[in-house]
């Protein structure tokens, strides 16, 4: 049996007439770039994160650059962010001209609330919590410790659509949002694709402008600004899987519970805090075995992965920060340890299965 780490054509499988029927219409309607599809989709969105506001983008990059900019942060301020996430949760800073300052992850792989305050300087003007893996961060002390020092809390919830934080939708937590709708993402469409929520209305305004070059109407600008678009092609095939969205988070907390059911005590495995709702992104197992553990799955036809393995402190582009090894021990410790397993809706039964006795007969 060969059990792959991604599998996107299961899904186009499933769906493919609806995604036909989907690229049918908005190439007969004529209109490509934003317009009534991706407004559909901006609404539908909205609604599903319980937002008074969703906005369409390029990318999922792009739906945390653009709220940065549009909150007005830039050279001399500091964002600050955890350094165990994928790369472009610091690049931004750094594009919007500000400097990334991290602070270490708690066991649960977010950023640790306990260490948020010591990390705040009068140059902070925002913290970028990260709900890694589909899980949502510890919102409610982050919220807290930003609400007493005036900082903006923007989520990045590129992995974490559909969660859950006390009975509320991630995209609803914080200032603003942004969300991936990048193919390996749980809301994946087929290309790149990005969407932003909020509830305030100006900055929605802002981030409006600054997404479609700051072209207030067809001829006039009001502010110099970006080409950052949700093609309508891309917004079809959103509102299509939106419907499915549900439904397949469902499925892989399923796949989750026999993960956990089949490999607890064997490897460390991640648990759900009774007040959040996770939609497993990614199902990350320890062991202090991980690099023979993932050779041995490889043998067994089995696609593992590592999330991440260089923290962001590390990486060679952050050397100007001055980082060295020891600064976050936490997201050290399980850069070393950490192994994700294949999880996503269409993975069957008998796959998991597999997985697990592949696990099991390792340690054996
Ligand atoms: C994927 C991802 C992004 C970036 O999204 P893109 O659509 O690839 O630009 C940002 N943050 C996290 C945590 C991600 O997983």
């Known amino acids: 049996m060969k059990v792959p780490f991604v599998s996107l054509d299961r899904q186009f499988r ?15 309607s004529g209109f490509y770039i934003l317009g009534e599809e991706v407004e559909r989709f901006e609404s539908e969105a909205a609604a599903y994160c319980g937002t008074r506001f969703a906005l369409g983008v390029a990318n999922g990059s792009d739906a ?12 001399g301020d500091e964002v600050i962010t955890c350094p165990n996430s994928f ?17 270490d992850a708690a066991h649960d792989y977010n950023l640790d609330p306990a260490r948020l305050e010591a990390a705040i300087t009068p140059r902070t003007r925002a913290v970028m919590p990260v709900h890694l893996t589909g899980r949502p961060a510890a919102m409610d002390e982050i919220s807290a410790i930003a ?15 559909g969660a859950r934080y006390r009975g509320r939708r991630t995209g609803s937590l914080g200032t603003a ?23 305030d209305p100006e900055l929605f305004g802002r981030i409006s402008l600054l997404r479609n070059h700051g072209l207030r109407d067809r001829d006039h600008c009001s502010v ?21 969205l549900d439904a397949w988070s469902d499925r892989c907390r399923q796949i989750a519970s026999l993960y956990r059911g089949g490999l607890e005590g064997v490897v460390e495995v991640p648990r759900d805090q009774p007040h ?21 799955l490889q043998e067994k036809g089995i696609g593992t992965r590592v999330h991440y393995p260089v923290p962001i402190h590390l990486q060679e582009c952050a ?46």
Do not use: C, M
């Open 64 to 75: 945390l650059f653009l709220p940065l900019k549009a909150l007005g942060i830039g050279p």
């Open 147 to 161: 609400a007493r020092h005036g900082l903006a809390v923007i989520e990045d919830a590129a992995q974490a659509i």
């Open 319 to 364: 050397r100007e920060l001055g980082h060295r090894e020891g600064d976050f021990p936490e997201v050290e410790a399980q850069a070393r340890t950490i192994l994700s397993l294949p999880i996503y809706p269409e993975l069957q039964d008998e796959e998991v299965a597999y997985v697990i006795e592949s696990v099991r007969s390792f340690f054996a």
């Open 177 to 199: 949002a942004g969300f991936s709708l990048h193919p390996v993402k749980n809301l994946g469409v087929l290309g790149d694709g990005g969407l932003i929520t909020t509830d």
């Open 276 to 296: 959040e709702e996770a939609v497993y992104h990614n199902f990350i197992v320890r062991s202090e075995q991980r690099d023979r553990l993932a050779s041995h």
């Open 224 to 244: 110099w600004g970006y080409n950052s678009r949700l093609d309508a092609l891309q917004s079809a095939f959103a509102s299509v899987k939106l419907k499915h």
């Open 14 to 28: 499933d769906l493919q007439d609806e995604l036909t029927a989907a690229f049918q219409r908005v190439g007969a």
């Open 87 to 103: 790369i472009a949760s610091a690049w931004v800073i750094v594009a919007a001209g500000a400097r990334p300052v991290f602070v």
